[in-house]
């Protein structure tokens, strides 16, 4: 799916899909203080692989494939295959002040919204950052993922993102 009233720029790196079912939402830093359209930009050309469904800055959301599709971002098929990817630029060393500052909280709470409507009309995905005990025992978990639990349950990068200080709660209240 695409949403409505956002900027959408098509990444290179798009993945077909077998079945277009996501489960997970997962949250990523770009390590790099860039803006969601640098790098959406970025993602037309990039060379690696990687790609991601949406890019957050301080101001702004811009989404680069669709949400239907397979995004290279987890480092692990299953994380790939499973989740929706947000790329939120800024990086692990951030303190929580900052992203609390730095990020259009309200413009991606409602991205968030209708693709959680549009993914899971049913209400099965949870508002809440999965364990990654859970992962590991169930990687269909519906609800939010850090790449960092990404990793520790399902391995494939050594991305510890989005870092200790990323606020998950205010991410959860918008």
Do not use: C
């Amino acid at each position: 799916m695409r949403v409505s009233k956002i900027p959408y720029v098509q990444g290179k790196n798009s993945y077909g899909d077998r079945d277009g079912s996501k489960f997970g939402i997962a949250i990523h830093n770009t390590s790099n203080d860039a803006t969601d359209e640098g790098e959406a930009s970025y993602a037309r050309r990039r060379p690696d692989g990687t790609s991601s469904h949406f890019y957050v800055d301080h101001d702004s959301v811009t989404q680069s494939l669709d949400t239907s599709k397979r995004a290279g971002h987890a480092g692990s098929a299953i994380g790939n295959d499973n989740a929706i990817a947000v790329e939120v630029t800024g990086g692990n060393g951030k303190s929580r002040a900052w992203w609390l500052e730095n990020v259009a909280w309200a413009q991606l709470g409602k991205v968030l919204a209708e693709v959680i409507r549009a993914h899971w009309p049913d209400g099965s995905f949870q508002v809440r950052r999965a364990r990654v005990d859970e992962m590991k025992a169930n990687p269909k978990i519906r609800a939010f993922y850090g790449h960092d639990d990404m990793r520790r349950a399902w391995g494939g990068t050594t991305h510890t993102d989005p870092g200790p200080s990323f606020p998950w709660d205010k991410l959860f209240d918008v």
